[in-house]
């Protein structure tokens, strides 16, 4: 079965920045759409960047000109990179893969920003 493991979420002070990295492992044949949620505690999960299978990016007004989505189809890979990164981006970060007609989820990495 298809993995998606996350990795970069930690600890940050206001207006620094933080990449998170989702890595697909098993069978894949191929990736379409990946993109990256989030959910606070006491909120909705929401969609925070997604970007096609051709490289084209999506980003609700919450993110735009803060947030970079990318990927690296050689690894299977998708990042997020956050710039000026507020208290109200706290949260755990998901990441979301299309694989051969099926939604796969990571578990989930940690962003928390505060001084």
């Known amino acids: 079965q298809v993995q998606l493991v996350e990795s970069g979420g930690g600890l940050v002070q206001p207006g620094g920045s933080l990449r998170l990295s989702c890595a697909a492992s098993g069978s894949i044949f191929s990736i379409g759409v990946m993109s990256w949620y989030r959910q606070a505690p006491g909120k909705q999960r929401e969609l925070v960047a997604s970007?096609?299978?051709?490289?084209?990016?999506n980003y609700p007004d919450s993110v735009k000109g803060r947030f970079t989505i990318s990927r690296d189809n050689a690894k299977n890979t998708v990042y997020l990179q956050m710039n000026s990164l507020k208290p109200e981006d706290t949260a755990v970060y998901y990441c979301k893969a299309i694989i051969t007609g099926r939604q796969y989820w990571g578990q989930g990495t940690q962003v928390t920003v505060s001084s």
């Open positions: 970007i096609t299978s051709g490289g084209n990016t």
